[in-house]
């Protein structure tokens, strides 16, 4: 299974949860259904920020200093995928689910946080994303407006459409490899990323700590730790 990469090979890799969770991160799908003791319905839906927006900003706030003091790390999976990228280039591309900076502390520069990040806001007005380490609440306000407007945490809720959607599908498309890590594989549009690579020719490949929703679907899997089967797996595509 080495040097199974050529010097064109593409690769299109989609992370989710898993591979976040070995860092300390906890995930919306744990056993009790609930995230930091909340329900998707409370901190992750337009109409729970309409209904109860100091929770949705304290939640956020939270969720925020826990990248930000230093309470969590990347993983040796994360790492092993910024050294493939390290090895392809342009030729690689990672998307997540993730709205942590995990990859991206790791050395991972080619990402695309399709459900948006934790490190930045929005505007409410005009959708403007600003970069930010800080706390922010109702009574923050954007620099883009005039008068200046409301601002809300710039995480794709359950009910809005995905970012990103329209190069994830061009690099699906042209993707040799397709490798899917750390997913529940019942979240779409993502879920139906592996259908869409199959259908283009690339080789699928499912890296998780067990089957998903639609691991029929990938050519290949390997099920452990993601701190585990990503290094090894990588080792084999690079040699």
Aim: proline share 4%; hydrophobic share 35%.
């Amino acid at each position: 299974m080495s040097n199974l990469l050529t010097k064109q090979s593409r690769v299109v890799v989609l992370t989710g949860a898993g591979i976040s969770a070995e860092s300390g991160l906890k995930t919306f799908r744990d056993n009790d259904g609930l995230w930091e003791n909340h329900s998707i319905e409370e901190v992750a839906t337009p109409e729970a920020f309409a209904r109860n927006p100091d929770l949705v900003y304290r939640f956020y706030n939270q969720r925020r200093a826990q990248l930000t003091h230093g309470e969590v790390y990347p993983n040796e999976g994360h790492k092993a995928l910024a050294k493939l990228e390290a090895q392809l280039g342009d030729r690689f591309l990672l998307v997540t689910q993730n709205v942590d900076n995990l990859h991206e502390l790791a050395g991972s520069q080619r990402v695309l946080h399709m459900h948006g990040d934790l490190l930045s806001y929005r505007c409410c007005r005009s959708g403007q994303v600003v970069e930010t380490t800080a706390a922010y609440d109702r009574h923050s306000r954007c620099d883009c407006c005039t008068p200046a407007n409301s601002i809300r945490p710039n995480i794709v809720w359950f009910g809005e459409m995905p970012m990103h959607m329209e190069q994830i599908s061009s690099a699906l498309e042209n993707a040799d490899y397709f490798i899917s890590i750390g997913t529940s594989g019942s979240v779409y549009p993502a879920a139906g990323f592996v259908k869409e690579a199959n259908y283009y020719g690339a080789h699928t490949v499912e890296l998780n700590l067990e089957p998903s929703s639609n691991h029929y679907e990938f050519s290949q899997s390997y099920y452990g730790l993601a701190s585990d089967v990503i290094p090894q797996y990588v080792e084999q595509l690079i040699g």
